[in-house]
């Protein structure tokens, strides 16, 4: 079946714009976590949604950080007046009802120039 | 500063050989530990995990021992094939409110060598 998808691949971006980011997760998933990911670091949690409720930001370095789910399925995290330090790989991740196994999509490449 | 510390970038083994990745922590309030695996232009996929009242784990080829006293975890691969050439993160996971809080490692690159 589908795994979790992420659009776009790639994105560059020059300083001050902002940037949408999407996750789809895998159907069924109710689970969705968004982590960010630095070169040569581990995924970093952000963000954690229950259906469409956000249940856990506290990992959103500040307040240009937003994220949604609002049907419960597809979520955009936005990152605005973006800055040079945002560039990171940004990754998602969906999990199913009982079981917390984590299962990552290919995450989006983000380049603030 | 890092919670779940791997201290070695790489790692080369040659084939059919065992593989040995370490990994130390310090915060003893978890629930279990994992590790995961990441090909290149892939999203990381979960491998083994293990239970923070468990001090071994073992699932076929992989085999993951956690001592706790010493706040350190080990992932062991025998025999090592060409196949598991990846990077492997350790990560420490929480059961919060009902979902999984996860903090990963940095990663530790193992080239396993025909």
């Known amino acids: 079946g589908a795994g979790v998808s992420q659009s776009p691949r790639y994105k560059v971006t020059k300083r001050g714009q902002d940037v949408a980011l999407r996750c789809d997760p895998i159907?069924?998933?109710?689970?969705l976590y968004w982590y960010r990911q630095a070169l040569g670091q581990g995924p970093e949690f952000l963000t954690y949604?229950?259906?469409?409720?956000?249940?856990?930001k506290s990992g959103l370095p500040n307040d240009r950080f937003s994220a949604e789910r609002p049907e419960g399925s597809i979520s955009t995290l936005t990152i605005q007046r973006t800055e040079q330090r945002d560039s990171a790989m940004y990754r998602c991740?969906?999990?199913?009802?009982?079981?917390?196994?984590?299962?990552f999509g290919p995450g989006t490449r983000l380049t603030v120039l | 500063d890092q919670q779940v510390k791997q201290n070695s970038p790489s790692l080369s083994v040659q084939e059919g050989r065992i593989s040995i990745l370490n990994c130390d922590y310090t915060?003893?309030?978890?629930?279990?530990f994992l590790w995961y695996k990441k090909y290149p232009a892939e999203g990381p996929t979960f491998l083994i995990s293990?239970?923070?009242?468990?001090d071994k784990n073992e699932d076929g080829r992989f085999t993951v021992f956690l001592n706790k006293s010493a706040k350190h975890l080990s992932l062991h691969i025998v025999p090592s094939q060409p196949g598991d050439s990846a990077v492997y993160f350790c990560?420490?996971?929480?059961?919060?409110?009902?979902?999984?809080?996860?903090?990963f490692g940095t990663g530790t690159k193992l080239q396993v060598i025909p």
């Open positions: 991740a969906s999990s199913p009802p009982i079981d917390n196994e984590q299962f």
């Open positions: 159907s069924g998933h109710v689970s």
């Open positions: 949604f229950n259906y469409e409720a956000q249940q856990d």
């Open positions: 915060n003893s309030m978890f629930d279990y």
């Open positions: 293990i239970s923070s009242i468990k």
């Open positions: 990560a420490e996971a929480e059961r919060a409110g009902g979902y999984q809080k996860v903090t």
